[in-house]
């Protein structure tokens, strides 16, 4: 994954992964493909689970362009920084629960959310073994039009040629248009589900913990398990329909390089 601050973005579930990773390896093509599963909540600020499968795809061409779950990017590398862009996606939200999309009954009346296409630009920098990471996501669909900005610290601990573990904080800033579009109610929102008017403006929207583990199974299978914990905040977290500040999510993936 190109763009090491996104996990920070509710946008789809996905492991973690080193921007510099794939760095070194002299390959003119780096396919992986495999499948998992997530346990995350129905959405943001919401205190249900479900499980919901996780495809693995991830394709990169001569560690410049990279398309995997994140979207499609480019980017280039300078010593140990890495800047770049490209397009993402946001799934939006849907009064009930649905396989892939985020939602459930408690948003009735107060509309879909509809799925969004995003550009945005992102800085990966490596201070010896610390990874600092920023990404700027402007999703530009009517009715889902916000700005996100992703930052994010990790450090990444290779335990043996196997077994490597990685541990990241991250924080995302949210403008008044996202925050009022995920978690504000207006006149006839309030009208049609009951929850009271909220208005909500620009902000930190949250942040987390997360640490993830990939195991080399062999010469081409990897396995990966991954946690994070997120703690909503501000507008986030004072919205009616917050039922609980804090959401995990675990991701678990076996996936095969070709």
């Known amino acids: 994954m190109a763009a090491f601050a996104a996990g920070g973005s509710?946008?789809?579930?996905?492991?973690m992964n080193d921007p510099f990773a794939t760095r070194g390896k002299g390959e003119e093509w780096a396919v992986t493909a495999?499948?998992?599963?997530?346990?995350?909540?129905t959405y943001e600020g919401s205190d249900r689970y479900f499980v919901t499968p996780l495809p693995v795809v991830?394709?990169?061409?001569?560690?410049?362009?990279?398309?995997?779950l994140s979207g499609l990017n480019a980017y280039w590398r300078f010593d140990g920084l890495q800047v770049g862009g490209g397009l993402t996606f946001n799934l939006g939200r849907t009064q009930n629960s649905g396989v892939f999309s985020p939602g459930d009954s408690r948003l009735n009346g107060l509309g879909d959310i509809p799925a969004a296409l995003g550009f945005r630009?992102?800085?990966?920098?490596?201070?010896g073994p610390v990874m600092l990471g920023t990404v700027l996501t402007k999703f530009v669909a009517d009715g889902n039009d916000g700005l996100l900005i992703d930052a994010s610290i990790g450090v990444p601990w290779r335990i043996d040629d196997r077994l490597t573990v990685m541990?990241?904080?991250?924080?995302?800033?949210?403008?008044?248009?996202?925050?009022q579009t995920y978690f504000g109610v207006n006149a006839t929102q309030s009208v049609n589900s009951g929850y009271a008017i909220y208005s909500a403006g620009s902000g930190l929207k949250n942040?987390?913990?997360?640490?993830?583990?990939?195991y080399k199974l062999?010469?081409?299978?990897?396995?990966s398990a991954n946690a994070?914990?997120?703690?909503?905040?501000?507008?986030?977290?004072?919205?009616?329909?917050?039922?609980?500040?804090?959401?995990?999510?675990l991701i678990t993936t076996l996936a095969y390089r070709f």
């Open 228 to 249: 994070q914990v997120t703690q909503l905040l501000g507008y986030a977290a004072g919205s009616p329909y917050t039922f609980s500040d804090t959401g995990v999510m």
């Open 167 to 179: 541990g990241r904080l991250f924080t995302t800033w949210a403008d008044s248009s996202y925050t």
């Open 10 to 15: 509710p946008a789809h579930a996905q492991p």
């Open 34 to 41: 495999g499948a998992g599963a997530a346990l995350r909540p």
């Open 121 to 127: 630009g992102f800085v990966n920098y490596r201070l």
């Open 207 to 214: 942040v987390g913990l997360a640490i993830g583990a990939t």
């Open 58 to 68: 991830s394709v990169v061409w001569r560690d410049m362009v990279s398309l995997d």
């Open 218 to 223: 062999g010469a081409n299978w990897t396995a």
